[in-house]
């Protein structure tokens, strides 16, 4: 057996106190002298940020050279968790070579509003998809012996006064939106540590937060490793360890007072004492990918991986004319500072220094394309430059295609501040306009980290590849999309909308005095807008591709040996001469609630791909979780008894096939009590005996009939069995009496 870090047993009170708090900025607390190493924690999520070794805390520009790979605004895109995975890995290896313990990320906090400024980092405005992809990062990284940190816990979905602002959200909305992605990835992949959030929740800093920290994430959920807080958000370091919270990061220098606060009772000694244990569980952990120094990651294997995964993320949007792919001969224009300088990820403390950079321009010129390049405008925020616009105009005149490149620059949106607009900066689309004058064949390449309006520009486009945030091979990705040496595949995470004021968040954003009311509940993204019929750009789950798929043969067949769960099977045949790759879908549907629900969500897909003329049939089980709402009454999970339909898609509107299953249900009862309406007692077993013997009661004359006329059960159905008596006089009164005394008597 190999040599273990001794237990937390071993160490004093007061190197307990010192284990639950940093090193410094960026290293765990040891204690060598125990043989607790003191290693290295770093930044994410999308690559390796380790600050050089000159650098202070707030640098975060300068680090040692990692693979960029694309941040998740573009990675969820892909709908692709085994790639995923294979760049989880890939970024394993890097932190080996540079000894770094644990990477902090990824980050799923969900896109409550297409806003938010850290949106770029987190996966989707669906729960399902942002943990079905971002576990694949967790598995990867920990498969290499590198810890992971998911973040941010939970409901940091805004940067507008994200240190103190208190999230006031429901329970059901925080049970089926804001905690499936890390209820997911705990649950599959047990990450070794997890990030909590600065903001409070309902009115609790998350750090301190013990129903979150310890009764939701350990007791439910089983999570095994350590909670650490986010740099700066453990504003009460006695309170956060009562509350689960391990590692306070960075150190305040206060670890006297946990030492006091055991001393005199104020912490529980074995609730510090398993609090060090998790931080010496970590190390050992870690301890066999940190000796193996002098390991050198594949640099060049690394970067094509970058490639291939940036090239998944790109989502064609509109291709008329079939414009794209383009010839091989074309004579085109690229017209946007964005081809030489590219936007390739956030701002902010995930800013990665990459191991090379691929600008469009640099692989056009790499393959020898016919590409003449005109900036057209800075990505300063400045007044336009009336010569630039010239010059696009000049460029594109006599090209064949135009290639326009527009977006957002980093001073548009960044962690730290939340975007006050959709649109792209005017002057870009003053450039745009411009060329659309002198030439109609315009290919439009965004960049951004979120989504952007599509209108009034998108009238002057034949095709729109959204690319988002593409990582260091990005150019290189693009070139090959562009001339059909990939093929799009991409699909979105995230709803495009008309406008922000369709999103049903801002009836609350970004919040006052000091809070901000989830409103909407459970009706984030295409929950909504799908729900309510609200016209959008393009829906959540779109995404063309230069080959073209049918579905059919869709099944959807209820399991007769496990309750409450569905097998679906269909189709997917390409029905084209190119070679690629297609989502299938599947939402659940249900068609009556007791609660209000969405009209539908995703609950399963599969990417595949496919040769020309090829078919291949996929199966997804749908378990009992796919067809439940949490259920405030009940405290848990309810599935109800009654028909559900299956759709089977490539986009939330784009339905192939509709099935109906109709499931049994979980058959959650509560206790009835004098509180419980008419129709409650009724639709309960026990209480519909309860009330037959009522009414033998009444023949008896023991008590009175309960009138049955139209006028009076259109009042009691919905009625507390206990104001009969408003309606029926003292004789109701016994009529309450009488099925509470019975229910009594056959429940004991």
């Not at 765990?28 to 380790?50: A, F, N, S």
């Not at 590198?146 to 959200?169: C, M, P, V, W, Y």
């Not at 946990?258 to 005199?264: L, P």
Request: proline residues 5%.
């Amino acid at each position: 057996m190999s040599e273990q870090y001794p237990s937390a047993q071993d160490p004093t009170l007061e190197e307990q106190a010192s284990l639950t708090s940093g090193q410094d900025a960026w290293h765990l607390q040891g204690i060598p002298e125990k043989g607790i190493p003191g290693y290295m924690i770093t930044d994410g999520p999308h690559g390796l940020r380790k600050a050089l070794a000159s650098t202070t805390a707030t640098n975060l520009n300068d680090s040692v050279p990692a693979t960029c790979f694309p941040p998740a605004a573009g990675m969820s895109s892909t709908w692709n968790p085994q790639l995923i995975h294979q760049v989880g890995v890939a970024m394993g290896e890097e932190c080996i070579q540079e000894q770094v313990a644990v990477i902090l990320g990824p980050g799923v906090n969900i896109k409550r509003n297409p806003l938010g400024g850290r949106s770029f980092e987190y996966w989707s405005e669906d729960p399902y998809l942002a943990g079905h992809e971002a576990v694949g990062i967790v598995s990867g990284v920990q498969s290499q012996g590198i810890g992971t940190s998911l973040k941010h816990f939970a409901a940091n979905n805004q940067e507008t006064d994200r240190l103190r602002i208190s999230a006031r959200i429901s329970q059901r909305a925080l049970r089926e939106i804001y905690f499936p992605a890390f209820e997911h990835i705990v649950k599959t992949a047990q990450p070794w540590t997890i990030m909590c959030s600065y903001n409070q929740i309902n009115g609790v800093h998350s750090a301190q937060n013990r129903w979150l920290l310890t009764d939701v994430l350990r007791g439910e959920w089983g999570f095994k490793g350590i909670v650490m807080s986010d740099w700066g958000a453990d504003h009460d370091r006695v309170a956060s360890l009562n509350a689960g919270l391990n590692l306070e990061m960075p150190p305040s220098g206060t670890d006297n007072q946990i030492v006091y606060a055991a001393q005199d009772g104020r912490i529980d000694r074995k609730q510090l004492a398993a609090m060090a244990q998790g931080m010496i569980d970590l190390v050992n952990q870690t301890r066999q990918a940190m000796s193996r120094e002098g390991y050198t990651f594949d640099a060049n294997a690394h970067h094509q991986l970058a490639r291939q995964a940036a090239a998944e993320s790109v989502v064609l949007l509109k291709n008329d004319d079939n414009i794209l792919p383009l010839a091989p001969t074309a004579n085109i224009a690229i017209i946007g500072e964005f081809a030489r300088t590219p936007r390739y990820q956030g701002g902010g403390s995930s800013h990665i220094t990459p191991t090379r950079m691929s600008s469009l321009i640099d692989a056009l010129q790499e393959r020898g394309a016919n590409a003449q390049f005109a900036p057209g405008f800075t990505l300063e925020d400045e007044p336009q430059d009336a010569a630039l616009t010239q010059e696009a105009v000049t460029t594109a005149q006599h090209a064949d295609v135009v290639v326009m490149c527009i977006g957002l620059p980093e001073y548009a949106e960044s962690e730290g501040f939340d975007r006050t607009t959709l649109d792209i900066p005017a002057k870009q689309l003053a450039v745009l306009d411009a060329v659309a004058q002198v030439n109609s064949n315009i290919v439009v390449i965004l960049s951004n980290g979120s989504v952007v309006s599509m209108e009034p520009w998108q009238q002057h486009a034949k095709a729109v590849l959204e690319a988002w945030l593409l990582g260091q091979a990005g150019g290189a990705a693009l070139a090959d999309l562009l001339y059909g040496d990939a093929n799009p595949s991409g699909k979105l995470a995230q709803t495009i909308i008309n406008d922000i004021n369709d999103d049903p968040s801002m009836l609350n954003w970004p919040g006052e005095e000091g809070h901000v009311d989830y409103g909407e509940g459970v009706f984030v993204g295409y929950r909504y807008y799908d729900t309510f019929k609200r016209q959008v750009a393009y829906p959540f789950g779109y995404g063309l591709s230069y080959s073209t798929f049918a579905i059919d043969q869709v099944q959807a067949v209820a399991d007769a040996y496990q309750p409450n769960t569905v097998q679906v099977s269909a189709r997917v045949t390409n029905t084209s001469d190119r070679a690629g790759a297609e989502v299938l879908q599947v939402y659940v549907a249900p068609e009556q609630s007791a609660v209000a629900r969405p009209v539908h969500e995703l609950k399963g897909f599969a990417k595949v791909y496919l040769e020309a003329g090829a078919s291949t049939t996929v199966t997804i089980e749908l378990d009992s979780r796919a067809f439940a709402y949490w259920s405030e009454r009940f405290n848990d999970w309810h599935v109800e008894e009654g028909t559900y339909t299956v759709e089977v898609g490539t986009s939330s509107r784009d339905i192939a096939a509709r099935v109906a299953v109709t499931l049994e249900g979980d058959h959650k009862t509560l206790p009835l009590t004098e509180w419980s309406t008419y129709d409650e007692w009724k639709q309960d077993i026990l209480g519909a005996q309860a009330m037959k013997a009522a009414e033998e009661a009444a023949e008896r004359g023991e008590i009175i009939a309960i009138p049955d006329n139209d006028m009076t059960a259109l009042f009691l159905h919905a009625m507390p069995i206990n104001s009969m008596t408003t309606l029926l006089g003292p004789e109701g009164g016994k009529i309450t009496q009488f099925l509470l005394d019975w229910y009594e008597a056959h429940t004991k």
